[in-house]
């Protein structure tokens, strides 16, 4: 199932839903990713694991999609380590984004306690309300 069409746009229809409502630019990330990973791979679970990896270079996941990063890099730890690596990962929020930069997302999504939250709650925090808004939409 192809991410871009024969002109190089977005194939909105075959986007995850949290990539819909997200920008051009992090659709394009994950499409073109994903096109690159499906011909080497072939589709599957694989393209799918390759796309998101590019995207979470670039991009962060607030609520119910996408956001750019203020500075490109990996996401959390599993992505810093690379393939087989055994690390958790923070389900694309941006783990390695300083404890203030977390704090403003947590203060976005509304968190309750989040001026108490070590950086590592916060990320758990932004992970849960992440996870709660797209089952929600």
């Known amino acids: 199932m192809p991410k871009t069409t024969r002109t190089g746009k977005v194939d909105q229809e075959e986007l995850p ?4 409502r997200s920008g051009a630019k992090a659709q394009r990330t994950f499409a ?44 959390d730890r599993r992505a810093e380590q690379g393939r ?29 306690g989040r001026s108490s939250m070590s950086k590592a709650e916060l990320v758990e925090a932004i992970q849960r309300e992440n996870d709660r808004r797209t089952r929600s939409s």
């Open 32 to 75: 073109k990713a994903h096109d690159a990973a499906a011909e080497e791979y072939g589709e599957g679970e694989r393209a799918h694991r390759v796309a998101y990896a590019a995207l979470k270079r670039t991009h962060e996941k607030v609520g119910d999609h996408w956001e750019r990063k203020d500075e490109p890099g990996p996401s």
């Open 84 to 112: 087989g690596s055994t690390a958790p990962t923070a389900g694309g929020v941006d783990a390695n984004a300083s404890k203030q930069h977390l704090y403003g997302i947590a203060r976005r999504l509304d968190i309750e």
């Open 17 to 20: 839903s949290t990539l819909q």
